[in-house]
């Protein structure tokens, strides 16, 4: 099945430090979405992005889809921003998601 | 939109006893909906898919008598632990499946303690 990395594993930042986190997949995909968990353990949606670029106010992201790759911008950081953020893919031949690790962020005051 | 919701939030139970999870999407209709186990510090691990009116199809080492799924209507599935153990302790996560593009949001989690 399809592998999926995420760097970091683990991210402490200052409050208004932008940091970047990346997922890596390893064969085609039709769906990558990013979802930030947080201390509760709810998933929020932050981007359906299997190619392109999208913006949300401080996030953003970027998949290059032809290299196997999704990068998640977050700027400003602010401690409601810590947590886990998961990138998820599902391949162009399969009909599940498939999760990376995790990226743990940890944003202090 | 794009709501899912799960109930119980948290259950502690005695080992030997079943508990019922429902996961309802409550502004949309979800012909697919997805278990998830979530162990502390870990990923997700998809436990099965549930299809409305069918059979679930569950991963590989999931033991389906144990992790009873019911898909009854477009907006409830259920996932029943059946004689619990502590090993069955962990964080159970729902999702729906929404769209053409068949974007998946998830429900808020239930957490299972089994003593």
């Known amino acids: 099945g399809i592998q999926v990395e995420q760097s970091p594993p683990d991210l402490i930042l200052q409050e208004g430090a932008n940091s970047t986190l990346r997922c890596n997949f390893s064969d085609s995909v039709n769906n990558l979405q990013w979802f930030h968990q947080n201390p509760w353990g709810q998933l929020i949606n932050l981007f359906y992005i299997p190619s392109g670029t999208k913006q949300n106010g401080r996030l953003s992201a970027t998949t290059v889809a032809t290299e196997r790759y999704s990068l998640l911008y977050i700027s400003s950081s602010q401690t409601t921003d810590s947590g886990v953020y998961f990138c998820a893919v599902k391949e162009t031949s399969g009909s599940r998601l498939t999760f990376g690790e995790g990226t743990q962020l940890t944003v202090n005051p | 939109g794009a709501v899912v919701s799960q109930h119980p939030s948290w259950v502690i139970c005695k080992s030997g006893t079943s508990v019922k999870i429902e996961c309802r999407s409550l502004d949309f209709q979800a012909t697919t909906m997805f278990w998830y186990r979530q162990f502390p510090k870990q990923s997700l691990m998809l436990m099965a898919t549930?299809?409305?009116?069918?059979?679930?199809?569950?991963e590989q080492g999931v033991e389906k008598d144990k992790f009873l799924i019911n898909h009854a209507s477009l907006t409830l599935s259920t996932l029943t632990v059946t004689s619990a153990h502590p090993e069955d302790s962990s964080f159970y996560i729902c999702s729906a499946m929404w769209g053409a593009l068949e974007t998946q949001y998830f429900g808020p989690g239930t957490r299972l303690l089994v003593l």
């Open positions: 549930s299809n409305e009116g069918s059979k679930a199809t569950y």
